[in-house]
């Protein structure tokens, strides 16, 4: 999957007033969509660590569903984005094969919160990034990525994937800079939401 996004753009440089770094986790199933967001909506150019797929991945990735895709990532994909003077997100894009899997718990420490990218053509792929997530109670929001008409209501894919009603579905086009903001901002919703209604609780047990 490539961006939309031109890969030659500047590093920004980052804000002398920053003082808050929010630290956001994208997961997801192999081939998703992952890298591509990290693309598309990141200020900097982004670090990545995806290489030439090669024969030594035949019989291990299942690259049947994803046939256009040529490269993978073999440990993360790092990107940046400033949401004002003092805060900023720190994305980091975890790679979607099994043999990786070991990496993510490293990944998911100090994490604010997360996205979930789904296909639903495989939505399967996506269980066990939930699993883990549910298990470290990390908050995390799913993001259907589409590059074409969808086949099923995010109902359905809420059903399929068996969410609970708190946790946020949407639909994003990872490949578009607005569309992968405007998943991160759910994301940053979802977290000052569960945080006040934790506050609230506090309050109401004081």
Same mark, same amino acid.
Request: some cysteine.
């Given at each position: ?7 030659? &753009? =500047?590093?920004?440089?980052?804000? &002398?007033?920053?003082?808050?770094? !929010?630290? @956001?986790? @994208?997961?997801?199933?192999?081939? $998703? ?9 990141? =200020? ?10 090669? /024969? ?5 990735? %299942?690259?049947? +569903? ?17 949401? %004002?003077? /003092?805060?900023? !997100? ?6 979607? /094969? =099994? ?5 993510? %718990? ?9 996205? $979930?990218? $789904?296909?639903?053509?495989? +939505? ?5 990034? @939930?699993?883990r997530l549910e298990h470290h109670g ?12 969808? /086949? ?13 009603p708190d946790v946020p579905i949407v ?6 800079? %607005?569309?992968?903001?405007?998943? !991160? ?8 939401? +569960?945080?006040?209604?934790s506050s609230a609780a506090l309050e109401?047990?004081?």
């Amino acid at each position: 999957m490539h961006s939309k996004t031109s890969d030659a &753009r =500047e590093h920004a440089p980052l804000s &002398r007033t920053a003082r808050d770094g !929010l630290k @956001i986790v @994208i997961v997801g199933g192999f081939g $998703v969509g992952k890298t591509t967001m990290v693309r598309s909506v990141s =200020e900097i150019r982004p670090l990545s660590t995806e290489e030439t797929m090669t /024969q030594a991945g035949v019989g291990i990735d %299942d690259a049947s +569903l994803v046939q256009d895709k040529t490269t993978t990532t073999v440990a993360f994909d790092f990107g940046r984005i400033s949401l %004002d003077e /003092q805060m900023v !997100l720190y994305l980091f894009g975890a790679p979607g /094969q =099994e043999r990786f899997w070991f990496l993510w %718990d490293r990944l998911f420490m100090g994490t604010l919160g997360a996205v $979930v990218l $789904v296909d639903t053509n495989r +939505l399967s792929d996506s269980w066990y990034a @939930i699993d883990r997530l549910e298990h470290h109670g990390t908050p995390f929001i799913v993001a259907r990525n589409n590059f074409g008409e969808p /086949q099923h209501t995010l109902e359905e894919v809420r059903a399929a994937l068996d969410l609970p009603p708190d946790v946020p579905i949407v639909d994003c086009d990872a490949r578009e800079r %607005d569309s992968s903001k405007a998943v !991160l901002v759910e994301l940053v919703r979802h977290l000052y939401s +569960l945080s006040t209604s934790s506050s609230a609780a506090l309050e109401s047990t004081a």
